[in-house]
């Protein structure tokens, strides 16, 4: 066969790095599947739950609206609810995938415990997180928006397993995603509506529901009241047999402010409360009147023992109850207000303009770390210290080197893997959780496809800067030279790992890749001791042979290899063969799945 002529290699090249887009694309997901009962994602295993709640005796195996599942004492009480955060938090990727866990709530949506279920990532990480009771702890001291606004709310922090960091902040990212964000009353669900409030607005034509509220409009479409539900600030304060829903009507003209709202009137919309105690408390005149004409900020600081309240006659339970909703209403909304207050304010500045654009909510989900930090100021500075040409003083490579095996290698861990391109090949890219990671990798692997340099395997991997710092000298006694022959046959090893790697991958997603090579013992806190080993081996082997590892066993710098741009681009290889051949298996695969 002819050679191809040199112009076609700038075309030849693409294809290749397509061939090889292609093939990430077609790697299928780690991701363990949710088990179903009968077509329906089954209710989390009660040993698991039992081990947040030891009172749980059992669960409805049917989940409610919002995909939570009540969880009973020995008594058929509902004690608590519990939810899976997959799939709401699919998205949210970890070291190689998703990290499902399971959350346990009570009645008021407040977080009673986190824990693991399953996880794409690898076993060490899984297991580190599993483990870590100080991580699961963090999560009873969370606190979420019951506003109802759409904004996101407050990002609680959180520690981070050291070793683990993606995969405990992709569990954490999770449990925020499944119960994060505004909700409604389960127990008062219901929009207010043009009949309940004609006694109050005659002229009432049209109402406009916000979550809490409702704007009252005439038949001209002029704005004549307000008016509000307590059902979306507290449904859970109970009379004698439950709740109370209350609609206040507010003071709607242009004196009033988000500090001395008043309250004109207040009337029962339902209740689960008998009947005769509600119709005495609806009569009651001057029970109500202890309410109507205050200002929601008086109302709001208010308790039963400061009000000096005094319940209904023959029903005192329930106008008690009452009462007790009225105070939290106010104090919850009155709270809600204030930080809208706060968001409106930040908006008339240009940090606050900025934190509240799409851009800077998207800002607002990365998580920095110090290491994260210190790894993109190593890479910042790559690039100049290449253009600068400070890597041919040898005083400074070597400083260099030792910092690229601090930082990235034992600090961070941020290297590139088989097993981190595989997952984030099949789930996505963590670059919110793990942004310095995510540079790296993109240097890594557009670097040598755009240019004809390889930053990475030269300056940024700490186990080949390790390499170079011990490798032998030209005339080291204990330089070891490989006949042509076995270092010929040696080159294939890493090409090889990789296609076998691949195809593994296709029929086994879930294959830990990250024992396949020494990467792993960078994170010594948690690799297991064969991973530690291996990598010395590989240490000791490159003390006598430059750069062994790299040249005869990195298949990652394999891969990153034949992605490099060079002169000689047009002529086909083994490789190129190779890939198609992988290609064509990978999509036979998806085909017949």
């Not at 806190?525 to 991973?531: D, E, F, G, K, N």
Request: proline share 5%; with cysteine.
């Amino acid at each position: 066969m002819r050679p191809l002529p040199a112009r076609t290699a700038p075309i030849i090249h693409s294809l290749r790095v397509g061939v090889v887009f292609a093939l990430c694309l077609l790697i299928p997901s780690a991701r363990p599947p949710s088990p179903t009962h009968d077509g329906s994602i089954a209710a989390p295993d009660l040993a698991i739950v039992q081990s947040i709640l030891p009172e749980v005796f059992s669960i409805e195996p049917t989940a409610d609206a919002e995909g939570f599942w009540q969880a009973f004492d020995s008594n058929r009480q509902a004690i608590a609810r519990v939810g899976r955060t997959l799939p709401a938090a699919n998205d949210v990727i970890g070291y190689r995938g998703p990290t499902e866990a399971l959350v346990v709530i009570d009645a008021e949506f407040n977080l009673l415990g986190v824990r693991l279920i399953n996880s794409a990532d690898t076993k060490e990480h899984v297991n580190a997180v599993r483990l870590a009771t100080d991580f699961f702890d963090q999560f009873r001291e969370w606190r979420f928006d019951d506003s109802g606004s759409q904004e996101s709310p407050s990002k609680p922090e959180i520690d981070a397993v050291s070793g683990a960091t993606l995969t405990s902040l992709a569990l954490a990212k999770g449990v925020m995603a499944r119960i994060g964000g505004s909700r409604q009353s389960l127990v008062f669900p219901e929009p207010i509506e043009v009949d309940e409030i004609s006694d109050w607005f005659p002229k009432a034509d049209y109402i406009t529901n916000s979550n809490y509220s409702a704007a009252v409009y005439d038949a001209e479409n002029q704005r004549i009241g307000q008016v509000l539900r307590s059902g979306a600030f507290t449904d859970s304060i109970a009379g004698y047999q439950g709740p109370t829903e209350l609609l206040f009507r507010i003071r709607d003209d242009n004196r009033s402010n988000a500090k001395d709202v008043i309250i004109e009137a207040i009337k029962i919309r339902s209740s689960f409360d008998n009947e005769p105690y509600v119709r005495y408390c609806r009569m009651e005149r001057s029970f109500w009147k202890k309410f109507t004409g205050q200002t929601r900020r008086h109302l709001a600081g208010m308790t039963l023992e400061q009000s000096g309240v005094e319940g209904v006659s023959g029903a005192t339970m329930t106008s008690l109850a009452i009462a007790e909703t009225v105070y939290q209403t106010c104090e919850c909304w009155n709270e809600q207000q204030r930080l809208e207050t706060e968001r409106q304010r930040d908006r008339t500045t240009l940090w606050g303009r900025m934190t509240h654009s799409r851009i800077g909510k998207w800002g607002n989900d990365v998580r920095l770390s110090n290491a994260g930090f210190a790894c993109i100021l190593l890479m910042i500075g790559l690039g100049t210290v290449k253009r600068l040409g400070w890597f041919r003083k040898r005083w400074f490579r070597r400083v260099w080197l030792v910092t690229v095996v601090v930082v990235v290698g034992f600090w961070s861990g941020n290297m590139l893997s088989m097993s981190l391109i595989a997952g984030w090949a099949g789930e996505g890219i963590a670059w919110r959780l793990a942004p310095g990671l995510a540079l790296i990798a993109l240097i890594a692997l557009v670097g040598p496809a755009a240019g004809k340099s390889n930053p990475y395997c030269n300056h940024v991997c700490p186990h080949g800067a390790l390499q170079q710092l011990i490798r032998p000298s030209q005339h080291s006694s204990r330089r070891i030279k490989l006949n042509r022959k076995l270092a010929w046959m040696m080159t294939m090893i890493p090409g090889c790992s990789l296609t076998i790697a691949y195809l593994t991958l296709l029929f086994y997603p879930t294959v830990e890749l990250a024992n396949w090579e020494p990467f792993h013992a960078y994170l010594f806190r948690l690799a297991p001791t064969v991973s530690i080993a291996f990598a010395v081996a590989t240490l000791v082997a490159s003390a006598w042979i430059p750069m062994g590892y790299c040249r005869y066993g990195c298949p990652t710098g394999r891969l990153i290899e034949y992605l490099r741009r060079r002169a000689t681009g047009h002529r086909l290889t083994v490789s190129d063969g190779t890939a198609i051949v992988l290609l064509a298996v990978a999509l036979s695969v998806r085909l017949s799945g």
